[in-house]
């Protein structure tokens, strides 16, 4: 257990390596979901919002069933957008896990 405490604290003040990142082996995309995943969920609810308030004129009035659709689009529309977001990121988590893992199994050398 002290084993595997100090090679995680070894690695998280390694820092950023551009060496890690030209090679794949530091991964950015965990961070860039988070942040297009907040940014999407606006996009998806304030399109629901505008279709649903813009009238007879908007998607509302198009749409069968009108606001109950577009209501039902702002919710199931974040929720699916909320469930692929979370998959990729557990692709990312796995990869973390088992980078973890090589790292803690590694043989240690005896000079």
Excluded: H
Excluded at 13 to 18: H, I, L, P, Y
């Amino acid at each position: 257990m002290q084993q595997q405490i100090s090679i995680q604290s070894q690695q998280s003040n390694k820092g950023f390596n551009w060496a890690d990142y030209f090679s794949f082996r530091k991964m950015i995309t965990l961070q860039v979901i988070q942040v297009v995943y907040a940014i999407v969920a606006v996009i998806i609810t304030l399109g629901g919002l505008i279709a649903l308030f813009s009238g007879s004129n908007g998607l509302s009035a198009i749409v069968p069933g009108g606001g109950f659709t577009v209501f039902l689009f702002i919710i199931f529309g974040n929720l699916l957008w909320r469930i692929w977001c979370e998959l990729t990121i557990v692709f990312f988590r796995i990869n973390s896990t088992l980078n973890n893992i090589d790292a803690n199994t590694k043989p240690e050398r005896r000079d």
